[in-house]
């Protein structure tokens, strides 16, 4: 089991907030040429070291592009709320979830025009939601005080310096709730080195018991299992769109190194979920890991770029 895991299992939340808060007071205070060395030791904290100097593994390579490759349009991308139009422009509108409202402030929220259930994003990092089943049963006032306090993270600070989360810009946003034959939402993300389809990994039971299985473009299980913090699925059939999915994904990661792109499937409807990057902060791993060299061996790592004016 990770550090990272184990704290939260055995480490109360308090705690882990806590510290999580002093780690990213820390950060914030670091100049951009003090990211490497930070990221490096992170990266020792959690316990999956990295090599930043000849980057081989798939996980290397991801911590190498959130130094050297964080874009402005990265960065706009990986905004929940600015994704939307250039995806309007490169597949469509009609694969965007409905939006209900974007607001900068969470006291303009006015939860009362909202229907019954919806979901909370906010824009500017990653695994910030509030999923609402029954607007009854929401606590409003605790809501806008978490909303709140989400707006004032640098989520690249966070730890694992995913540094294009600084060009995103810190906004709430509510979309519809989907839910699809599964009693939930199955999460289809396929790994995409520009724009050419790596595997797939679906992630399942969001809101009971989270698992995870890996297939190879086609559906077909894969001989590696791509792991993160959710359990082993079993085997799992086919999304009934999985050729548009799959085209789709190639057209949204084409011109990128490595993106990850997130589809949903609802009543014959396929829904773009979003794009990252930086997949897990590199965290996922492979079993078995000679996987990770193997993978890593063919995403092509592109010229170093600046950060904010200063090549780290």
Known sequence: M??????KKFVPHWALSRGLRVLHGRNCRLKPEEYRAALVQWCWLIRRPCDLDNPRTLADKIHWLKLYDSTPL??????????????????????????????????DIDFDVLPDSFVLKATHGSGWNIVVHDKSELDVA????????WLTWRHAMRGGFELHYEFCEPRIVCEALLEDGSGGLRDYKF????????FIFVVDGRHSNIVRGT???????APFEY??????????DPPVRLDEMTRLAEELGKGFACARVD???????????????TDANGTSYFEPDVYDARFGDKLVLPEKKAFKGVML
């Open 74 to 107: 990265k960065g706009r991308l990986a905004d929940k709320f600015l994704v939307r139009e250039w995806v309007s422009q490169r597949i469509g509108a009609e694969y965007l979830v409905p939006l209900l409202g974007v607001w900068d402030d969470p006291d």
């Open 2 to 7: 990770e550090v990272r895991h184990a704290l």
């Open 263 to 277: 589809f949903y499937e609802v009543d014959g409807r396929v829904f773009f979920g979003e794009i990252t990057f």
């Open 191 to 198: 790994m995409t080195f520009d724009g050419v389809v790596q």
């Open 142 to 149: 605790r809501t806008r005080r978490t909303l709140a306090d």
């Open 215 to 221: 297939y190879l473009p086609g559906w077909v299980r």
């Open 227 to 236: 792991r993160g913090a959710a359990g082993l699925a079993g085997e799992m």
